[in-house]
């Protein structure tokens, strides 16, 4: 446990705050699996969200498949909505490379064309290979590049920061 | 060694069911899952296997699996080449190795193997470079081992479970490659009742042995079923001396109102196709509600990407 990492619900409550004067009713969001679900699911009842809550598993997009293949647990997609002409707010635990980021942008529009798509994540750790920056983030921090920051969920549903 | 699984335990080729662990035909089954609502959307793809080039070597005719491979390699984004032998090269008389030389230096990844030989996709497995995966799409008598695990996807769709199940094969098993992979998988996921049905001339001697158990009265059979499998009976069979008529073979062992009636009332009808109506199965179970028949070919497509991303993925690793 890293001493200087705040509490995440905290963190999502100052997210929820940053975001919801740039919210217009019909903003969809869209979580990717696993962890950037769980703040989804936060943020969408935070903001009081009327649209369903999406979720995106990127596995099928991923860039590194032909080096480390399928994961194991590939978790459906789930988007209950049309995405043509909509906007998206695109929420992630964690921006590291960026590149879980452009498989979730690739698979949106396999679904259609959002007129806009924002990024919100809990924390943005630095370490980008690709030309994307979250519009929103709860933390910004430098984190080396041999330590990981989880996001992981207690049984009691209490989300947790940890580095490693 | 395992010709199918790599040293740390994943899918190298997929050749037959029998021995394939339990925990890889889960995975499979749950990939395919998550592949189902990829023929739904806007854009039908996902780039998994995109840069691949897989070929479909059908030495055999067949319409519904080449095709239904065909669009899920699709799918995949992959590239697909699709070779109908028996009008190619072999019958100019190039060995079955030359042909898959010359694909594998045109740069394939994967082949889709359907012979009427038993073990030619193991053959051709043995035979190529480390990088290339073989599928076997059915190979005489002996497997075909996607036409199970979409038989195994469709039962866990409808059933839910198979720990809790009496499963009924009805038919010329003897003949029956997809009998024999449906026995394997639904043994190894648990199935507590296996049973076969049919003519004394159309079960394999020794068929016990595979862990089933064997009627020849079709009404004892189908009593108390969940799941109720016919198998096609082949044309050519009726011309030797194992069956006297497809009249006669529809009387005693095709699938009636009446005879479903036997099974449990929400039972499911299954068939792997072509169905000959009125000789293995009659029009009104083909067509009826307890038929699942048409999703089958819908499931094969989610199955057989599982597959071939499972294959594809992870291969130089």
């Known amino acids: ?34 962890g950037g679900v769980w703040v989804a699911e936060r943020l969408h009842a935070l903001l009081h969200c009327t649209k369903p809550l999406g979720t995106l598993d990127i596995s099928f997009y991923r860039d590194d498949f032909s ?98 | 060694m395992n010709l199918q699984l790599t040293e740390d335990g994943r899918l190298r080729h997929l050749l037959t069911l029998d021995g394939l662990p339990r925990a890889i035909i889960t995975q499979i089954l749950d990939t395919a899952e998550s592949f189902m609502d990829v023929g739904e959307r806007e854009v039908k793809k996902v780039p998994l296997l995109r840069g691949k080039s897989i070929f479909n070597l059908f030495f055999e005719p067949s319409t519904r699996t080449r095709t239904t491979f065909e669009i899920a390699a699709k799918r995949l984004s992959a590239d697909v080449v699709n070779l109908n032998i028996a009008t190619s090269s072999q019958t100019k008389g190039e060995a079955i ?21 038993s073990g030619a996709a193991h053959f051709i497995a043995h035979h190529v470079a480390p990088h290339i995966s073989v599928v076997n799409a059915g190979d005489g008598r002996h497997a075909h081992p996607t036409q199970g695990l979409l038989d195994m996807f469709t039962i866990r769709r409808y059933k839910g479970e198979f720990h809790n199940l009496t499963v009924a094969i009805v038919g010329d098993v003897l003949h029956s490659r997809v009998a024999r992979s449906q026995i394997h998988a639904l043994t190894t996921l648990g199935v507590p009742e296996v049973r076969v049905v049919g003519p004394k001339t159309l079960l394999p001697a020794g068929v016990e042995q595979m862990g089933v158990r064997v009627f020849h009265d079709m009404e004892a059979g189908l009593t108390g079923c969940d799941v109720v499998i016919m198998l096609r009976l082949q044309n050519e069979r009726m011309k030797g001396a ?37 000789v293995e199965i009659a029009s009104e179970v083909a067509d009826g509600p307890q038929s699942v028949i048409l999703p089958q070919v819908t499931y094969g497509i989610a199955v057989r990407m599982a597959v071939m991303a499972m294959l594809a993925g992870g291969a130089t690793a």
């Not at chain 1, 890293?2 to 409550?13: E, K, Q, Y």
């Not at chain 2, 194992?242 to 499911?268: C, H, M, N, V, W």
């Open chain 2, 242 to 278: 194992r069956l006297p008529s497809a009249q006669e073979y529809f009387k005693f062992f095709g699938l009636t109102p009446e005879k479903l009636a036997l099974a449990r009332p929400d039972a499911i009808v299954m068939h792997p196709g072509p169905m000959n109506r009125g």
């Open chain 2, 97 to 117: 190795l030359d042909t898959v030389d010359n694909l594998a230096a045109m740069h394939a990844d994967m082949f889709i193997v359907r012979h009427a030989q």
């Open chain 1, 1 to 34: 446990m890293h001493a200087s990492l705040p509490d995440a619900n905290t963190l999502i409550a100052r997210l929820a705050d940053a975001i919801a004067p740039t919210l217009s009713p019909d903003t969809l969001i869209v979580g990717i699996h696993t």
């Open chain 1, 67 to 164: 080096r480390i293949g399928l994961h194991p647990q590939v978790k459906p997609s789930n988007l209950p909505f049309a995405l043509e002409g909509r906007d998206i707010l695109l929420v992630d635990d964690v921006l590291h490379t960026g590149r879980t980021v452009r498989a979730a942008m690739n698979e949106l529009f396999d679904y259609g064309r959002p007129a806009s798509i924002r990024l919100a994540v809990l924390v943005d750790r630095g370490g980008h290979e690709l030309p994307i920056r979250p519009d929103f983030a709860g933390l910004t921090i430098a984190v080396p590049d041999h330590q990981n920051i989880n996001l992981s969920r207690l049984d009691d549903g209490h989300l947790t920061l940890t580095l490693a």
